[in-house]
């Protein structure tokens, strides 16, 4: 059993900052990648960034420059600092990690958190 929380979430003016954090527990062997994914209203979820075990990362483009994806392997957590947030970073925000159990790899997803990008 693999579960992943999040926090950090909240409501934020345009041009302003948040982090979110989503911590992984469970008997948990390592863990393959962890990343961010988003829902906003009325669209479908979409890939916003991962990291690997070997700490590479990759964003969608439209958060490169602004969003910055980290991991503290020893915490089985991931961070996502967001900055220059605008009003179309709204959504839901999901942690998605690819952990190693002991019958073998495993999908999970937190259970999200929000962040409002408003005047």
């Known amino acids: 059993q693999v579960k992943l929380v999040e926090s950090g979430g909240g409501s934020v003016q345009p041009g302003g900052s948040l982090r979110l954090s989503c911590a992984a527990s469970?008997?948990?062997?390592?863990?393959?990648?962890m990343g961010w994914y988003r829902q906003a209203p009325g669209k479908q979820r979409e890939w916003v960034a991962t990291i690997d075990s070997r700490n590479n990362t990759n964003y969608v483009d439209s958060v490169k420059g602004r969003f910055t994806i980290s991991r503290d392997s020893a915490e089985n957590t991931v961070y996502l600092e967001m900055n220059s947030l605008k009003p179309e970073d709204t959504a839901v925000y999901y942690c998605n990690a690819e952990v190693q159990l002991s019958y073998g790899a495993h999908e999970a997803w937190g259970q999200g958190t929000l962040v409002t990008v408003s005047s």
């Open positions: 469970g008997s948990i062997f390592s863990i393959s990648y």
